[in-house]
């Protein structure tokens, strides 16, 4: 029996330069950046005070009305992917629970759940306010936060902060009841949740997955911890919306951004049979990973050039047809350098030929967020058949070899490469197809 | 076409039984219990004093010089590398020289790390001003006190890196965090990439430490633990009456799982074959399970499927059983829902001794199946001793069974309500 086909039916995206795929495509053709000062907390001290935000966004206009008082047992990356289903879904016309109960176009027990996730941070006012009621001579006790301090959170505290919850809250909204997964691999997981929800369908396991990643780390916990691995910009405080440079002369460091991305798969019968809109086909996936990432203070590209070598071999094509490579970009000098040798040992020679593209430069890094949004944006690009602008980008930095533009460029092919890896050494590929 | 096969060569385990397969094994058909009052931290105040805790655990008794390589490893971290090492020496995968390093994968439930306690309270409280936080104050002061690695191996992936850099792994490499469903989870997809080619061998389990105050804080919230505190030893009481909720433990458990064919031509000794594994979602509720236990059911159901077998076929389920009100008698309805309300399958809960490992322990329980076809033996459910009306089925109650196992079934269902089991049977 040969696999099943999967389609992209459906493209969710909850960025900090816009929400919703339309919208967000509009703002990568004109370059628009989302980055700015923080203004979520007082950034004074911390050495990098810009990040990409998602400026008055809650989730409480994309849940049903009877579950809106969940909302506040959502931490901020439960929301932005609770947000993110809800668009992926109504642009998919596939009608789930969570859009009109009474309509249903999906049986339940066939629409599968994958997202990506990372450590949530807590919210540091509401775990202090508990904390600061167990403090015996000026510092916290242990034995008065047993006793009664701890009583002082809510109860469903720790539902708040699983990273499992993004994918209990979708699946719990739109009544998905098959498989349900949660990929904690850092920048890799949006790439990895999509390939292995992609391995599902074709495996019969589910007839529509909802899969991609979503995180928040622009809180600061989420800052100080990137910031102790020194991978943050410290030098455009001043300039926010240049600070973000990747494959750039000037790139000098990551700037942390928030949001997050789900695609709708789709079996291929399934979405020609309705008509559906197909982004993109699901042509080819690699995963790996480079024993040397345990050390953090290294940079690797997470064995991404065996994982684009898997990739593109699945996809059965050579690397000539590619229409765009969706680089991952950080920023940071390293990671550039290794993400470019990477594409060229996968791709060969041509890699530096190919028109390629980064979205950091508007968003900043998103984490597990990344990955998937970064495939809503190929499958945008090879849909409308146009590679985007890379923010920022004006020299390529010495050592980094991409065909990369600072103005959009018109597509003419069937494929696009989109991959990512990050902290740890994880990394996933993906080849789209486009659908005919 | 036909599917390609996936067996067991290699296991290894860290938890409060043991600190290797064969001790816990051991523990468990001597009913022992892994549980005390919690020394990991003063809990004395907590409403439960008391844990499942790995205790006089030494990394380099099983690494070795090979230590150096692993300098900020966190305590998960320690059990999973252990457990892996003993794994990997079983299955002799090291000594075949063809292995392709690129088909080598690493896929863990592996938990988040433990939070910097002292440091991270003692910040909110320093940095605390008139009612709410002073981030420019706070981040300062957490520039200055924060290390480092002690906030990096806390992200759930680092465990993967570890076992990676160990093994030199460069294959596929994921990390599921799906709650206490986790390494079940991901012992099935990590079949499932063998499966369809994309990996020759996979390392694969899960590691879990959450008994630090912040662990504890939030499952006592939930009001989750078993709080009979001067009853500590027979606490966990899955399937009882009198059961009051779960005994936090902490472990890992490692599987080295591959191609059926490629560990023949190694001459491999094959432990057990994974032949089904399925998944679910109760859509139901953040809080509470599906009460019928229709999402159980439905991973059961989608498990035997993948097995192509029936029902009849299952000796012995292995069962998450986790000792809460609701989570026992929502398992015992899935089951019933499947194999039928007369059903005589046994069922037991090695929880009651071991407690629950979280995200390491459906790894844990498999491990458990594999000796119970090697040893005809059924690990009990201890500390049973009253018929709860809506838990009646045969929890091998308080001592080992001898019976006759091919076919196991292992259970194991998230908070949020993601539900995992996997069936294997005996290597043929």
Known sequence: MADRRVAITGLGVVAPNACGAAAFWDKLIEGQSGIDRISAFDPTNFPCRIGGELRDFSARGYVPRDYRKAVKVMARDIEIAVAAADMAFRDSGIVTKGIDPAATTIDSRRLGCNIGAGLICSDLNELGAAVNTAVVGGKFDLKTWGSSGMTNLTPLWLLKYLPNMLSCHVTIIHGAEGPSNTITCGDASGHLAIGEAARLIARGGADVVIAGGAESKLNPMGMLRQQLLKRLCTTGNDSPTSACRPFDAGHAGAVVGEGGGLVILEEMSR??????????????FGAACDPCGLDVMNPTAGGLENAAAKAVAQAGIDASELGMILAHGTAVPGEDDCECAAWKAALGEKAPSIPAFALTGATGSLFAGAGAMEVVAAALAL???????????????????????ARPRPMNADYVISGSFGIGGQSGVLVLRKCK | MS??????????????????????????????????????????????????????????????????????????????????????????????SKLDPRRLGVYLGSGEGSLDFDNFTGLL???????????????????????????????????????????????????????CAASTQ?????????????????????????????????????????????????????????????????????????????????GANILAEIIGYGASADAFRITDQDPEGA?????????????????????YISAHGTGTKQNDQVETRGIKAVFGNNTKVPVSSVKSMVGHLIAAAGATELITCILAIR?????????????????????????????????????????GGQNNTLIIKRAD
Request: include cysteine; proline fraction near 4%; charged fraction near 20%.
């Open chain 2, 3 to 96: 599917k390609r096969r996936i067996v067991i060569t290699g296991t290894g385990a860290v938890n409060p039984l043991g600190h290797d397969v064969e001790s816990m094994w051991k523990a468990m058909l001597t009913c022992q219990s892994g549980i005390r009052p919690t020394e990991l931290f003063d809990a004395s105040t907590f409403p439960s004093t008391f844990s499942a805790q790995v205790t006089g655990f030494d990394l380099a008794a099983h690494i070795g010089q090979s230590i150096t390589k692993h300098p900020h490893i966190g305590r998960h971290g320690s059990f999973a590398l252990a457990a892996a090492i003993q794994a990997w020496k079983q299955s002799r995968l090291g000594e075949w």
């Open chain 2, 186 to 266: 991901a012992i099935g997809e990590a079949s499932m990439q063998i499966r369809c080619g994309d990996a020759d061998a996979i390392i694969t389990g899960g590691a879990h430490s959450m008994i630090h105050p912040y662990g504890v804080t939030g499952f006592n919230r939930l009001t989750a633990l078993s709080t009979r505190n001067s009853e500590y030893q027979t606490a966990s009481r899955p399937f009882d009456q009198t059961r009051d909720g779960f005994v936090l433990g902490e472990g890992a458990a490692i599987l080295i799982i591959e191609d059926y064919e490629l560990a023949k031509a190694r």
């Open chain 2, 295 to 315: 999402g159980a059911a439905a991973s059961m159901r989608a498990a035997l499927a993948d097995a192509g077998i029936d029902h009849t076929q299952i000796d």
């Open chain 1, 271 to 284: 979405a020609k049979a309705r008509g559906a809109r197909i982004y993109a086909e699901i042509a080819g």
């Open chain 2, 125 to 179: 409280v320093d940095a605390w001003k008139d009612g709410s936080l002073d981030t420019a104050e706070w981040a300062r002061l957490a520039l200055e006190r924060m290390r480092l690695q002690n906030e990096v191996q806390q992200e759930s992936n680092m465990v993967l890196a570890h076992l990676a850099a160990e093994f030199q792994a460069r294959g596929p490499a994921y990390n599921v965090l799906t709650a």
């Open chain 1, 383 to 405: 849909h409308n058949q146009v590679v985007p602008q890379t923010v920022n980008f004006a020299s390529l930095a010495e050592g980094c070899s991409l065909n990369l533009s």
């Open chain 2, 375 to 415: 040893d005809q033996v059924l690990p009990p459910t201890t500390n049973y001793h009253h018929l709860d009306p809506d838990c009646d089925l045969d929890y091998v109650p308080n001592e080992p069974r001898k019976a006759k196992v091919e076919i196991c079934m292992s259970n194991s269902f998230g908070f």
